[in-house]
């Protein structure tokens, strides 16, 4: 089929765009004029009008949990939710978990920055993770995926990417809490993150910035042809990072195959510019398709240089490991700056959304390696509307599109798609407005081979005028759409702000994750301390050791005394059985914080430099007698 990609002039001359926020796109999406946008949203909103399809209810019709048609998101008092929400929090770089459909924000779980509220940061093991990962105080996560076996999710981790630092976090599941990070060489600007399916074999981090390679100052550093970017390949248990595989211009957002075969990432930067306007100049940038087997051949046969002890395989166009039959990456050109890319349930395409065309590319996964021409694997380019970003599933042959300059989720239908010419509308089901530009969106539990098909979520990036104004930076707006009605078409429920700023989110049925309610020491390194066992004891000249207990209401030492300068390694299990009994341990001016959930031992290290008296105390509130639950650290002058 073709690839014209000459920007279509059907769309009328004249016409006010109908749909959606228009204001401030034009400096959104730099490079592309803001007169083919106006066509082409008339368009658009022309085709939403005779579908006849897009939400008729008033913005004052959706306010409430119970929607004019019924549709219900609210769950009562005291009752569960039907799935776990788990959303990247962005530049904020922790992860939210929120429970569906009520959006109620459940916890939030720090990954690349401290949170006391957690004490992640403030005892010595998170402390020396995060050290241990850079030394960074902040990440910018983005893309957090649930690893799956058999292609279901398994309940066990979650893993996210950091875009500000180039690194991947692992997420325990069992105890909504980060367990591993990994600081991922060669690699800046670490972007999409996802699995290698359906058993969740390796993690891939996806490359978006090109550095040169190593980036140490050697090499030519203002050329920005001599930079590069590469694929990550880490390994889900150890976290250890693999093998990498160096590319010609960039990457972007990824996902993997559902049968392990290829994982395939958007490009919008072959042009290999270092300015905005050189990243846009090209009508086509390309999604790559990397064969995982054919990669891990050439790392077997020792086809690899090895960078920061990473073995790192040439993927280039020109390597010869991409010449003849059996190539190791696929590029496959696609219009134009393209970013969401995912593939199928049924693993029968991946799907990339123009972003700077209104199209999305249906790529047919079977051909990829069959054809000669890459192109002749695109087999549907259905033209959806204006900033085409991300696409989720339903499991009923539709696919759902965030429109980011139209302000709209579009509906459509995947073989009338690939049925069609290129650049028809036919394949579009329904329109709906979402407020405003819409970045990811998820279905529930749309990245398995089987979607559940009612919920999908709108993560738009802007509020605007949706909530009461809380000064300049306006909460996001993630908002709750009912897409398990066929006939009567998408909902919108709920609005849900946001602090900025999720990106993406996977949905999980609540039967598929069980964590734990208390701490099992036995998944804990610390010893634990019963009650009776505390020991506090002087090692050397200078270093003061203190193991004990919390239980409500007092810590198994009313009070410890140490000398100035002293170096104190406090360690204290909290001996509660009962759930959601938590303790802390306070240390005023000592910038010490250690949450204790029931049966927990975490350790803080930390020198007693001001002589005086400080009161340890409880800082999660735990009974009546919690303001009592307190302990003198005495710290005695020098002589
Ligand atoms: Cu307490």
Redesign the pocket.
């Known amino acids: 089929m073709s690839n014209d990609t000459q920007r279509s002039t059907d769309a009328g001359e004249s016409g006010d765009q109908t749909t959606g926020s228009t204001d401030g796109f034009d400096s959104m999406l730099p490079g592309v004029r803001r007169r083919d946008f106006m066509k082409a949203g008339a368009a658009a909103g022309g085709l939403s009008g005779l579908a006849g399809c897009t939400s008729l209810l008033s913005e004052d019709d959706v306010q409430g949990t119970a929607s004019a048609s019924g549709v219900d998101n609210s769950v009562p008092p005291g009752e569960h939710d039907e799935y776990y929400a788990i959303l990247s929090g962005g530049q904020a770089g922790d992860v939210r978990v929120y429970g569906l459909p009520s959006m109620r924000e459940l916890i939030r779980i720090p990954v690349f920055n401290p949170d006391a509220s957690r004490g992640y940061g403030f005892d010595d093991e998170s402390k020396q993770m995060l050290e241990d990962a850079g030394g960074y105080t902040w990440g910018d996560t983005h893309h957090p995926r649930i690893s799956q076996t058999d292609g279901d999710y398994d309940g066990r981790f979650a893993y996210v990417n950091d875009k500000a630092n180039g690194r991947m976090a692992r997420i325990d599941l069992t105890y909504f809490e980060t367990d591993a990070i990994v600081d991922i060489p060669n690699q800046q600007g670490t972007h999409g993150a996802c699995a290698q399916l359906p058993d969740t074999d390796l993690i891939f981090g996806v490359g978006e910035f090109r550095t040169p390679i190593p980036n140490d100052g050697t090499g030519d550093l203002e050329d920005p042809d001599s930079y590069g970017s590469v694929l990550a390949a880490i390994n889900p248990e150890n976290m250890n990072v693999e093998w990498e595989v160096l590319i010609d211009g960039n990457m972007d957002n990824g996902d993997g195959s559902k049968e392990g075969r290829y994982f395939f990432t958007s490009a919008y930067n072959t042009e290999e510019a270092a300015t905005e306007s050189g990243m846009t100049r090209a009508d086509r940038d390309d999604v790559k398709a990397f064969d995982i087997p054919r990669i891990e051949a050439a790392v077997e046969a020792g086809n690899y240089e090895t960078i920061n002890e990473v073995p790192v395989v040439d993927g280039r166009k020109d390597s010869p490991l991409n010449q003849g039959d059996e190539p190791i990456v696929h590029y496959i050109p696609t219009p134009k700056s393209p970013h969401g890319v995912s593939v199928t349930p049924d693993n029968e395409y991946v799907i990339v959304s123009g972003k700077l065309d209104p199209t999305a590319s249906v790529i047919d996964i079977d051909k990829i390696d069959e054809v000669d021409d890459p192109t002749d694997a695109i087999v549907g380019q259905p033209k959806l509307g204006l900033g085409p970003l991300h696409t989720a599933y339903d499991g009923r042959g539709h696919a759902y599109t965030t429109l980011f300059i139209d302000s709209q989720v579009v509906k459509w239908d995947i073989e009338k798609a690939v049925e069609a010419e290129a650049r028809s509308e036919s394949p579009v089901i329904e329109k709906i407005d979402v407020h405003y530009n819409p970045g990811h969106l998820i279905a529930a539990e749309s990245y398995t081979e089987d979607p559940a098909g009612d919920w999908l979520v709108s993560l738009n990036k802007l509020s605007k005028d949706r909530f009461l104004p809380v000064g300049p930076q306006h909460p996001e707006n993630d908002q709750l759409i009912y897409i398990g009605d066929d006939e009567n078409g998408m909902e919108l429920v709920k609005d849900s702000p946001a602090q900025a700023e999720p990106h993406d989110a996977s949905i999980c049925h609540k039967s598929k994750i069980d964590p734990k309610a208390t701490y099992d020491p036995e998944d804990l390194e610390l010893d634990y301390t019963a009650e009776g066992e505390e020991t506090m004891e002087r090692v050397g000249d200078d270093r003061v050791e203190i193991e004990m207990y919390?239980t409500?209401?007092h810590y198994g030492f009313q009070e410890m005394v140490v000398q100035e300068g002293d170096e104190i390694e406090m360690q204290v299990t909290n001996i509660e059985t009962t759930s959601d009994m938590?303790?802390?341990v306070a240390i005023p001016e000592h910038d010490v914080h250690m949450r204790l959930a029931p049966q927990e031992t975490r350790k803080a290290t930390f020198t007693a430099d001001e002589p005086g008296v400080y009161w340890i105390y409880?800082a999660?509130?735990?009974?009546a007698l919690?303001l009592e639950?307190r302990s003198r650290l005495i710290v005695k002058p020098e002589e």
């Open positions: 919390s409500r209401n938590l303790h802390s409880c999660h509130f735990c009974s919690h639950m």
